[in-house]
């Protein structure tokens, strides 16, 4: 592909999303295959908040655990790696998304360990936990109907219908 001169290639970075310019020091262009939309509960409050997450589940693991590691020295790598039970090496592939994502369990841990929601990190690895797939197994029909009901309604409606059922209000 051809640029016309005095034009700056626009790239996005490809964990905060933020256009860069090919002269900035920045990342290459990635293509990221499971560049998903997720949403995910605010920091301020994660009960009703929530935002569209663009990256990967290792870029978002990695920035998660470099975020903690300014404040506390123990969310290296290694003392993460260790924490989880997995190898150093393994979980910088998981970062770097070099690997396929991890199990079930090697998540939970990861989201307890980082503070993060393991729902949604299971999402960002095209997974459903084990609780949630024995729920719609109960009653497949009703839950597959409800999902696609919802697929198409803004995200205050679904919160809304969270919150009613959360709170009993039927």
């Known amino acids: 592909m051809r640029r016309r001169p005095g034009r700056a290639a626009l790239f996005v970075h490809p964990c905060t999303g933020a256009p860069v310019h090919q002269n900035q020091s920045a990342p290459t262009r990635i293509q990221f295959p499971n560049n998903l939309n997720f949403i995910k509960p605010s920091l301020h409050n994660r009960k009703n ?6 990256m990967t589940l290792g870029a978002y693991i990695r920035e998660a655990r470099e975020k903690l590691r300014e404040g506390d020295r123990s969310y290296s790598l290694r003392q993460v790696a260790q924490r989880i039970n997995v190898e150093p090496a393994y979980l910088s592939k ?12 090697t ?6 360990d980082l503070g993060e929601d393991p729902d949604l990190m299971l999402a960002m690895a095209g997974k459903v936990s084990s609780d949630l797939q024995e729920i719609i197994r109960k009653r497949p029909q009703v839950f597959a109907d409800l999902i696609r009901q919802l697929k198409e309604q803004p995200d205050k409606a679904i919160l809304r219908i969270v919150r009613e059922v959360r709170d009993g209000e039927w």
């Open 49 to 54: 908040v929530y935002y569209v997450v663009h």
């Open 94 to 105: 998981i970062e770097r998304d070099q690997v396929p994502p991890p199990g079930e369990d």
């Open 107 to 112: 998540i939970r841990r990861l989201a307890l």
